[in-house]
């Protein structure tokens, strides 16, 4: 089955400064890659996903990238704010409705 | 996510007593999941269903069962509960396979 491993585990930045947090997956057939946001004591909320056929997606302060040949995916924050402070999880899917999570990271941003 | 409601929020359980969580949204989305997650931990899928009458086992799905009579409804059945499963348990929702939202959670102590 698919394996999605997730580095670091944990991170640390001063607010401002950006953020990368990267992924890897075992199956190539793997084709829908979405990452999640969990405050404490609350549920995962999807915050972008990108599909195969696309290389690289923002969403104002967020970005993934998506490297299909070494099968690994990327979330980048910039201009980080206190805000960011959370669990982020990566995923990865093969079409289907079987997503398998990566281990999280745990990002704390430092004002 | 307003449109998919978890109970209940929290419960203590005995061993060997049976438990069912429940999951309810009104999104009309085809496909349902339950994940457990245990502290330190990623998301795991116990179960899924695609559609109602159909159902199917993810990453770990011993010790529990499910069910899906109807779209709104995906309830996660305990038979006999055991410590081992004191976990915070997610149940989420997806139109067309992706992308995943998820409910409240339901966070359960087995003692």
């Known amino acids: 089955g698919e394996n999605v491993e997730q580095h670091p585990s944990t991170l640390s930045v001063q607010e401002g400064d950006s953020a990368v947090i990267k992924c890897t997956y075992s199956?190539?057939?793997?084709?829908?890659f979405p990452w999640y946001k969990q405050e404490l004591g609350k549920r995962p909320q999807l915050i972008i996903d990108?599909?195969?056929?696309?290389g690289e997606k923002k969403d104002q302060r967020i970005a993934v990238t998506l490297n299909k040949t070494a099968k690994h995916f990327s979330l980048h924050i910039t201009e980080t704010q206190p805000e960011d402070s959370a669990v982020y999880f990566c995923?990865?899917?093969?079409?289907?409705?079987?997503?398998?999570f990566g281990g999280g990271t745990r990002l704390m941003v430092k004002p | 996510i307003a449109g998919i409601t978890q109970a209940p929020t929290s419960q203590i359980l005995a061993a060997g007593r049976r438990m069912t969580l429940r999951c309810t949204q009104d999104?009309?989305?085809?496909?349902m999941y339950w994940y457990r997650q245990d502290l330190g931990l990623g998301l795991r899928l116990i179960h899924y269903?695609?559609?109602?009458?159909?159902?199917g086992k993810g990453e770990v799905p011993d010790g529990y069962s499910v069910s899906r009579a109807n779209t709104d409804d995906f309830p996660l059945t305990l038979a006999s509960a055991v410590p081992s499963q004191t976990s915070v348990y997610f149940c989420?929702?997806?139109?067309?396979?992706?992308?995943?939202?998820f409910g409240p959670g339901t966070r359960l102590t087995v003692l």
């Open positions: 989420a929702s997806s139109d067309a396979g992706l992308p995943q939202y």
């Open positions: 199956d190539s057939a793997s084709n829908y």
């Open positions: 990108i599909r195969s056929n696309v």
């Open positions: 995923a990865a899917s093969k079409g289907g409705n079987m997503l398998t």
């Open positions: 999104m009309r989305h085809n496909a």
């Open positions: 269903s695609n559609t109602a009458g159909t159902t």
